[in-house]
């Protein structure tokens, strides 16, 4: 590296981490098993803002690859993680901005923690560490999006 860059504090802080839920087993290997669905996680989350304050926000997020379909093998996870944020006080930050900085950073780095949490937790085990496969964040943003339209629809 031959120039140094300087690193802008974000305008988006996180406060606060909670695990509410770990649930891991690994499963031994069995040929009858179906390997397919053991990368095929669901993945929920709602962001919450705070009523008092607007300029903070907690995220929760669940991460599941349990399947009631037949045999399994390897890592059965589910984690569940409560994550709070809060916007800088010192900037004049839009709604707009607020949106994005909730979707493009705060979403990917609750993930982010909880994909270290799976690899650590997971690296004790006899199978060794299991790293969350990546994510498409958009399609994720977009099927949210989605079950938010048919909630509101459903709610009228």
């Not at 004790?124 to 977009?142: K, M, T």
């Amino acid at each position: 590296i031959t120039r140094r860059m300087k690193i802008k504090k974000s305008e988006l802080q996180i406060i606060d981490f909670n695990l509410l839920g770990v649930n891991i087993i690994s499963f031994p290997e069995n040929e009858n098993a179906n390997n397919e669905t053991r990368n095929k996680f669901d993945i929920d989350f709602d962001v919450f803002i705070n009523t008092d304050n607007d300029r903070q926000f907690k995220i929760m997020i669940r991460l599941n690859n349990f399947k009631d379909e037949g045999p399994q093998s390897g890592y059965g996870i589910d984690v569940t993680g409560e994550f709070k944020f809060k916007f800088d006080k010192k900037s004049d930050i839009s709604e707009d901005k607020k949106s994005q900085l909730v979707s493009r950073s705060a979403i990917p780095m609750a993930i982010a923690h909880l994909r270290s949490i799976i690899a650590l937790t997971t690296s004790n085990f006899y199978d060794g560490s299991y790293f969350l496969p990546s994510i498409d964040l958009n399609h994720l943003l977009q099927r949210k999006l989605k079950s938010i339209d048919v909630k509101t629809s459903l709610e009228e």
